[in-house]
């Protein structure tokens, strides 16, 4: 079985009870997050290994979020599904992260919350990102400090051609970096 495909069935697997198990931990990575950029003027908004959704369904809540394109990628059939029940007026596709079916330049902030370090060439999700990313887009990644450093996060951002506004080191497990294009 291949690296993504064992992904897709870990998580399909556990769909049902990660809201349980990481609601609170992940609300501290989403405050992290909204703390650090405006979702408000933003007409397009991507989350990208969005698991259930939640974090596009807080900010549609905070920012009002009628009349903005909101959409949530997730490789996991089973996240996505309970996405959809959680949040029938938001938009989520299955669709592997590498090879994303958006068009170039349509949105204005990208997110990637501990998605990037459970992939075998997280760079190719990085360049995903920055090419459906608007000319002032921010792209937000966030990983897992425990599997990655801060070191290696920059690196992978500078590879991809992409420049890094604001870096932190969150309380909970997270380092992470808002972005544009170079």
Request: charged share 30%.
């Amino acid at each position: 079985m291949d690296k993504k495909k064992a992904i897709a069935t870990r998580y399909d697997s556990s769909a049902e009870i990660y809201d349980n198990r990481y609601n609170e931990i992940q609300a501290h990575k989403y405050q992290e997050i909204l703390s650090r950029v405006d979702f408000s003027e933003s007409s397009g908004i991507i989350d990208i290994g969005c698991g259930t959704g939640t974090f596009l369904g807080l900010i549609k809540q905070s920012v009002n979020g009628n009349g903005k394109q909101l959409l949530g990628v997730d490789i996991s059939h089973e996240m996505i599904k309970i996405a959809h029940e959680k949040f029938p007026d938001i938009d989520f596709i299955v669709a592997d992260s590498d090879n994303l079916p958006i068009k170039d330049g349509t949105f204005e902030r990208i997110i990637s919350v501990t998605h990037l370090q459970n992939l075998p060439e997280p760079h190719n999700t990085v360049k995903e990102m920055k090419r459906i990313s608007t000319k002032d887009a921010s792209v937000v990644i966030s990983i897992l400090r425990k599997t990655w450093t801060q070191e290696e996060l920059q690196e992978l951002i500078k590879k991809s051609d992409l420049t890094i506004d604001d870096e932190w080191i969150a309380e909970v497990e997270d380092i992470g970096a808002i972005c544009h294009k170079s």
